[in-house]
């Protein structure tokens, strides 16, 4: 096991430099005159190409890139063209907020979409159809429509949440609670439909197996069968689906932060790549592939410990 | 089981959370949450631009103060004297101002400033380009030589430029970037303010001046105006500025909100290639004024803005003394002339121009409108989709377009709007001028704008009729509240100047 996860992260580091390469030649690309953009369009051209080589802007690319790579290697990723914030300190603020989102909402789906899918998948019949509906209607409503629908009704109409704003665990608790509820709702939607589908398939599957036929010939009661056997061994492409879930949760709080107005990871990718503020944009990229490589190993991690099988392959 | 006993346990005491939600987010009694679309990029006054400005006012004071109405009031300057060839500005500065450190604020600061803005870099760097020298007289003295009179000089020293900082901190290198250092209202609140996401603002103790009536103030910056405007609706933003005419339909039916109307932009073609450098046809003025007939500037309005706004001909604004209300309807839409204007042009088969279409700015229904009216009379209007940064690289630095179409700021002061429009520059990049403008300048630029109203008419109407502009309309922007603050629109400047909020009531 050890093994496995040096040789992942040692692919990982891999990955991360192949990537910050495309990254940055892909930015370096449709040219944005980032001068042009700081100092207005009415700027004479001279102002603008001398803010452009205050910035480094007017070196080759690969020259660029490698100054980047140089100070990214020791920790220093710079400061905002844009706002002049610290990148560290820019992301570090706002990565709580999205954390918030994507752990909640992945708590959130876990447990409802294994109850779900685990209730449609042993009990089938009516339930099972009310589920599989659900699960289509989940999955068919579009995020934005859903989130405006929740924020409209529960925020501006029946004042129960705010509208907009983050506020963190360390100043209200409570506050935090009533600023992520509204988005972590909005979020969970489509999420628990996808993974509920997911989990009922999987039981269904593992209730055929001869094992728990044999299970049942012993006599072992019903709900010791579902929750000891049948899930554990029908959690595996479940969790598979979570943990895809979970990284794709980065793209979906990227509307879900706009609406709710929540200064997150995903608004700021947003406004900082249009602007094309390089330091920023670097910055997120390679800790959002840090993010999915860790999660990935996660994921593969418990499966493993899940299923034994798994972890020769 | 446990595990869903925890989440029903959460979502229940959200539920009950979300009924004192309101106790907990509600800002305290005086304190201002105001939303805005703008990043500045930092808080040194060498950055300060536009919209930004507000972020910049809370910190730092001007040397003159720029009123709601476009007045000027004394701020750090108590007086200020042109010389009777408009080629010197004597400045009478306060003697009891203090920076936070303890620093006295004396001409000498005002000397350091200026001298730190021409050369910084900024987007206003330019506007002290005709200050030749800045000369301390003594303490509280200081005269700006000019090199050629600029009527726009006060309005220059109202913003940007005119803002003080500590001249102590100009040697610690980016320091003012983060940690502003002035003689404002107020103070940044380092602990509280979360750069690029919300920026709060504390009362400044033994600040010199009238006190401002928030104890707080604390800017909060969005990327779109759906979460500005539910916050508006449920109080948790106390005031903002709504351009877009849907989110003003959605927010203006809402018991709570208060809205005041004011036209800022102005929307239109800016034609740049008069001399015909890019697109030949455009270098004989009846080509321009058929472009001006083609266009359906009524529907456009109704259709694009919903009817929010005011049709015109015109680039000065209705607060500038160059204003004409006439001018504003001088085109009329009518396809026949315009036609008969190309004939006579030697154009009747038509020809073809080529535009930047910046999606930002120019809509699918405007870009297809424009492209509908200017069709049925032979031009056919070929828009170039480029994303933003391209297309402002091919503009300004290659000058490979013959205009663009912009959303202009209007400002009241005349030569600000000669300087952006008129004189060689970004938006007359290929310098073009001629005789009537040749002789008009130089006597609108010897005085001020009240004393050369009639000539900056002249112009103005000379700028009309020989079609150097393609103006849509002015666009109506809608200041909201939730009805806590009473919001003066600011003359010069699309959103409010600090100073311009009020508890209502």
Redesign the interface.
């Known amino acids: 096991m050890l093994s496995f996860i040096l040789r992942r992260i040692a692919a990982g580091v891999a990955l991360l430099f192949v990537i910050s390469l495309l990254s940055y030649t892909l930015l370096s690309i ?4 980032v001068g ?10 001279d ?2 190409d ?2 452009n080589a ?1 910035l480094g802007l007017d070196r080759p690319a690969m020259v660029q890139y490698l100054d980047w790579l140089a100070n990214a290697v020791r920790g220093d990723f710079g400061t ?1 063209w ?4 610290n990148v560290l300190r ?1 992301i570090a ?2 990565l709580p907020v999205t954390l918030s989102l994507m752990i909640g909402v992945t ?2 789906t ?3 979409s294994f ?1 779900l899918g685990v209730w449609a998948g042993v009990r089938r019949g009516a339930v099972d159809r009310f589920v599989q509906v659900f699960a289509v209607v989940g999955y068919a409503l579009p995020g934005f429509l859903v989130t ?1 629908v929740i ?2 009704v ?3 109409r029946l ?7 983050y ?1 963190g665990p360390s100043q ?1 608790f ?2 935090w ?3 992520v ?1 509204l988005p972590i709702v909005s979020l969970s939607v489509g999420s628990i439909a996808g993974v509920a589908q997911q989990v009922r398939g999987s039981v269904i599957d593992v209730m055929r197996q001869d094992y728990v036929r044999t299970l049942r010939a012993r006599g072992l009661p019903p709900w010791r069968i579902v929750f000891v056997h049948v899930v554990r061994n029908a959690s595996a492409p479940a969790l598979a689906v979570l943990g895809m879930q979970f990284v794709g949760l980065l793209g979906g709080a990227v509307l879900v932060e ?4 929540l ?1 997150g990871i995903g ?2 990718t ?2 900082y790549t ?1 602007r ?1 503020d390089i330091p920023i944009i670097m910055a997120l990229v390679m800790f959002s592939v840090i993010g999915v490589i860790l999660i990935n190993l996660v994921v593969d991690v418990l499966i493993g410990w899940l299923n034994p099988k798994a972890r020769i392959a | 089981m446990k595990r869903s006993a925890a989440l029903i346990a959460m979502l229940a005491a959200a539920t009950v959370l979300a009924g004192c939600s309101g106790t907990d987010s509600a800002p305290p009694a005086r304190a201002l949450n105001i939303a805005t679309m703008t990043l500045p990029q930092s808080l040194d006054p060498n950055d300060a631009n536009g919209s930004a400005l507000p972020f910049f006012q809370a910190v730092y004071d001007t040397l003159v103060k720029r009123e709601p109405d476009g007045r000027y009031s004394p701020m750090l300057a108590s007086e200020w004297k042109f010389s009777d060839d408009q080629t010197e500005l004597a400045l009478t500065l306060r003697a009891d101002v203090k920076f936070d450190d303890g620093t006295p604020f004396t001409a000498q600061a005002v000397k350091a400033n200026m001298e730190r803005f021409r050369k910084g870099g900024g987007a206003q760097a330019k506007t002290l380009d005709d200050v030749k020298a800045i000369e301390v007289v003594d303490d509280t003295h200081v005269t700006l030589k000019l090199s050629q009179p600029n009527s726009a000089m006060l309005y220059y020293l109202s913003d940007a430029a005119g803002l003080m900082a500590n001249p102590a901190d100009f040697a610690k290198g980016e320091a003012l970037k983060t940690r502003p250092n002035g003689t404002g209202p107020y103070e940044l609140d380092q602990s509280q303010t979360v750069i690029g996401t919300k920026w709060v603002f504390n009362r400044a103790k033994g600040y010199w001046g009238a006190k401002l009536p928030y104890d707080t103030i604390t800017i909060s910056y969005f990327d779109n105006e759906t979460a500005i405007v539910n916050g508006v609706k449920t109080g948790q933003v106390n005031a903002a500025l709504i351009q877009e005419a849907d989110q003003q339909i959605s927010v203006e039916g809402h018991p709570n909100v208060k809205t005041t109307k004011q036209d800022f932009d102005f929307q239109g073609i800016l034609l740049f290639d008069r001399a015909g450098a890019v697109t030949p046809e455009l270098g004989d003025p009846r080509v321009r004024q058929a472009l001006n007939h083609a266009i359906d500037r009524e529907t456009m309005l109704a259709k694009i803005r919903q009817g929010r706004g005011t049709v015109t001909s015109q680039v000065f604004g209705p607060a500038t003394s160059a204003y004409k209300p006439e001018l504003d309807t001088y085109y009329t839409f009518d396809q026949n002339k315009a036609r008969d204007l190309l004939k006579a042009a030697g154009h009747a088969d038509g020809f073809t121009l080529k535009l930047p279409r910046i999606p930002a700015i120019v809509s699918e229904a405007l870009a297809a409108s424009l492209q509908t009216d200017l069709a049925a009379v032979g031009v056919k209007l070929v828009w170039d989709d480029v994303d933003q940064g391209s297309a402002v690289q091919r503009i300004f630095r290659d000058r490979a377009f013959s205009g663009m179409v912009m959303n202009m700021g209007q400002s009241s002061t005349d030569w600000v709007v000669v300087g952006e429009l008129v004189l060689p520059g970004a938006f007359n990049m290929f310098g073009y001028t001629d005789d009537t403008v040749k002789r008009l300048l130089p006597t609108i630029q010897s005085k001020p704008a009240a004393a050369a109203k009639a000539d900056l008419q002249a112009l103005n109407e000379h700028l009309v009729k020989d079609g150097w502009f393609l103006p849509f309309y002015r666009m109506t922007y809608l200041h909201v509240s939730d009805g806590t603050v009473t919001i003066a629109p600011q003359d010069g400047m699309a959103v409010p100047s600090i100073y311009n909020y009020a508890p209502a009531g």
Request: proline share 6%; net charge positive; aromatic share 8%.
């Open positions: 449709p040219h944005i005159d042009r953009q700081l100092l207005g369009q009415g700027a004479p051209q102002l603008v001398a803010k205050a905002s844009f706002t002049s914030e820019a603020n706002r708590l959130v876990a447990v409802l109850l405006l924020v409209l529960f925020a501006v004042g129960w949440f705010p509208a907009i704003g506020v209200s409570t506050g609670l009533s600023t509820t706009q609406i709710f107005g200064p608004s700021m947003v406004t249009t094309g």
